[in-house]
């Protein structure tokens, strides 16, 4: 597929539609509509404990409270490591000690660019930022085994939630 223009039709507060007009390899051409979402950062924070913290928010889309991983958007000009330490002190108080990026992944490649970098972090310390204005969170804490039959019994429905805590497991799993 070769893109051939590509036109910004909305903008809004944290991502732009656009109208992505493409030539197929059969020569045809059509558009696509794209949302344009800048990276973000999924934490998988795991206690001395062996506990994971989660956070508790509405969320508009799901019409309804969600349980998941802390997340959050990388700022302009900013690298997914330092987002990735600023969100999790933001949303949860914890800053990690110990902070391994497992890889990556796009939230839903066929109409949204958004690529979202998944972090573990361990060692964690009590050293809270404010969090965002527009954000009522609260944390929940469930052991490993929790989270991992939390996904199977379907309690927990985010999807980046679930891809991390998949990446996430052959480090904190404890296997049969």
């Not at 493409?22 to 990276?39: A, F, I, M, N, W």
Request: with cysteine; proline share 5%.
């Amino acid at each position: 597929m070769k893109i051939l223009n590509v036109e910004k039709t909305y903008q809004a507060h944290v991502f732009d539609v656009a109208k992505v007009f493409c030539e197929l390899p059969d020569g045809k051409q059509l558009y696509y509509d794209l949302v344009q979402h800048g990276p973000g950062v999924v934490l998988v924070p795991v206690t001395e404990e062996g506990n994971i913290l989660f956070v508790k928010q509405y969320r508009l889309g799901a019409e309804k409270e969600i349980l998941e991983l802390p997340a959050g958007m990388v700022n302009d000009h900013e690298d997914p490591d330092p987002a990735a330490a600023r969100e999790l002190r933001e949303e949860t108080g914890y800053e990690s000690m110990n902070m391994t990026k497992l890889g990556g992944f796009y939230a839903s490649a066929g109409y949204c660019s958004e690529y979202l970098n998944i972090y573990l972090a361990r060692d964690l310390k009590w050293n809270p930022l404010p969090q965002d204005d527009d954000e009522f969170l609260s944390i929940i804490t469930m052991t490993i085994e929790e989270a991992y039959q939390a996904v199977e019994t379907g309690v927990l429905e985010d999807s980046k939630t679930i891809a991390a805590l998949l990446m996430a497991q052959k480090y904190i799993r404890k296997c049969c």
